[in-house]
């Protein structure tokens, strides 16, 4: 199993306030994912990366934005946050290995905006 | 885009009732996994299946590429089995993303 690593695990915060989104992961894996999924409901994508420096925008539009300065680290970035933001978000990350493509998950991202 | 439909919504089961989830995609595919969402939100990768059965416990999965459908078969269910069942499906690659069903509630009950 890869190791996905997200912070902070719950946040709640006030409207108009910067927030950042943390996730790491061990496995070296090139290809890694931001999901936003609401209570019960289906998964979105919002972004995703293939690599160092490459950046995506997903099926899902949203105002948030991602980097991809190292392998291991994917961080999402929302600038004013507002009460529509409120939702989990999921970071995943996969790695071809052996014509084996398989995509594991970190433990997600609560946020709820005021 | 490639479509994923997700049979059936719901399901409510008796402890040590078996269960058939399923699966149909509206492409061809070469990369086809179920995941689990446990209540505290958290996914796990059951099985990367794009073709064939494949067992673990009591788990299984057979996936029909030529027929666009995957079966996830739950034996003896706990109630550890509860949570949401996905479906995702896509083309394996190092550009590759994964499309997700809607997934499959399962309710298991003392």
């Known amino acids: 199993e890869a190791d996905i690593y997200q912070t902070p695990r719950y946040l709640v915060i006030g409207t108009g306030k910067k927030i950042t989104l943390e996730c790491s992961q061990t496995?070296?894996?090139?290809?890694m994912y931001w999901y936003q999924q609401d209570p019960g409901m289906e998964l979105h994508l919002i972004h995703y990366?293939?690599?160092?420096?490459?950046?995506e925008k997903g099926d899902l539009s949203s105002e948030s934005t991602v980097s991809r300065i190292r392998t291991e680290h994917f961080p999402l970035t929302l600038e004013s946050a507002r009460p529509s933001h409120t939702s989990q978000y999921l970071c995943?990350?996969?790695?071809?290995?052996?014509?084996?493509?398989?995509?594991?998950f970190g433990p997600g991202t609560r946020l709820t905006v005021l | 885009g490639i479509q994923v439909e997700q049979s059936p919504p719901d399901l409510i089961l008796q402890e040590g009732a078996n269960s058939t989830l399923r699966c149909n995609f509206s492409?061809?595919?070469?990369?086809l996994q179920w995941f689990h969402q446990n209540p505290w939100g958290q996914l796990i990768n059951l099985f990367y299946i794009p073709s064939g059965t494949k067992q673990n416990g009591r788990l299984s999965a057979t996936t029909v590429a030529t027929e666009r459908y995957s079966l996830l078969y739950i034996s003896s269910s706990q109630t550890t089995d509860s949570g949401v069942y996905f479906c995702?499906?896509?083309?394996?690659?190092?550009?590759?993303?994964?499309?997700f069903g809607k997934g499959i509630t399962l309710s298991v009950r003392p």
């Open positions: 492409d061809s595919v070469n990369n």
């Open positions: 496995m070296g894996h090139d290809k």
């Open positions: 995943a990350s996969a790695g071809l290995a052996g014509g084996i493509d398989t995509q594991y």
């Open positions: 990366s293939y690599g160092v420096n490459s950046t």
């Open positions: 995702a499906v896509g083309i394996t690659g190092a550009n590759s993303k994964l499309t």
